[in-house]
């Protein structure tokens, strides 16, 4: 079965900091990739996805994830954060079968912001 | 659309009670999934559903039954409920698509169960 590793549990920033959270997966084969947000009290939302081709990916709100196989990692940037960036971070796996299929997400990232 | 309804929002409810916690999505979706958040452990799933009619276990299925009778909704019981089971429950729904045409999933808004 798949497993998914976020290293950092809690991470502090100031605003217009550049960010990188950590994703490795454990899983031999092809898989789909994710990374979800949740604002506070709120529920999760798609970021991102990587299914194929360029492994650099481009999501919303200014956030890119680039998927790097040798190293089965799959980490979030984001040049310069903002205040309401302040959320969790999921990042989530799924076997790749070509049809959509469970996920197995991380333990989440929680990233706060300071003004 | 609503999307994914979930409803109640907030429950208490006291050791060895049962409830179920009700998952409604609009979207015409097949797949169905329950899932727990719990701090420091992430989301985990409880049951899921390929279809109407259909479910399957996830990682942590036990205290936990579910039933989907019609597509549109996901049923998640708890027979005699437990303080473990005190947590954020999140169902989501995803269509059956292939490659980049698969969306993830669709979440609803979290019911937070306390159970003392």
């Known amino acids: 079965a798949q497993s998914v590793s976020q290293h950092n549990h809690h991470v502090i920033l100031s605003e217009a900091a550049s960010l990188e959270l950590g994703c490795n997966y454990s899983?031999?084969?092809?898989?789909?990739l994710f990374w979800y947000v949740q604002y506070p009290g709120q529920h999760l939302q798609l970021l991102l996805k990587?299914?194929?081709?360029?492994?650099l990916v481009k999501g919303i709100k200014g956030f890119e994830a680039e998927f790097i196989k040798s190293k089965f990692s799959f980490n979030l940037r984001k040049p310069s954060v903002q205040w309401s960036d302040t959320a969790e971070y999921f990042c989530?796996?799924?076997?790749?079968?070509?049809?959509?299929?469970?996920?197995?997400f991380g333990t989440g990232t929680r990233l706060q912001v300071t003004l | 659309n609503a999307g994914v309804t979930q409803t109640p929002k907030f429950r208490v409810l006291k050791t060895g009670q049962s409830m179920t916690l009700l998952c409604a999505q609009d979207?015409?979706?097949?797949?169905m999934y329950w899932y727990r958040q719990d701090p420091g452990l992430g989301l985990r799933l409880i049951h899921y559903?390929?279809?109407?009619?259909?479910?399957a276990k996830g990682e942590v299925p036990d205290g936990y039954n579910v039933s989907r009778l019609k597509k549109q909704n996901f049923l998640l019981g708890l027979e005699s409920a437990a303080p473990s089971q005190t947590s954020v429950y999140f169902c989501?729904?995803?269509?059956?698509?292939?490659?980049?045409?698969?969306?993830?999933?669709?979440f609803g808004s979290g019911t937070r169960l306390t159970v003392v």
């Open positions: 989530a796996v799924s076997i790749n079968t070509g049809t959509a299929s469970k996920l197995t």
């Open positions: 559903s390929v279809g109407e009619g259909t479910t």
């Open positions: 899983y031999g084969g092809t898989v789909n």
């Open positions: 989501a729904s995803s269509y059956l698509a292939r490659g980049r045409d698969y969306y993830g999933y669709t």
């Open positions: 990587y299914f194929s081709g360029d492994p």
């Open positions: 979207m015409n979706h097949e797949y």
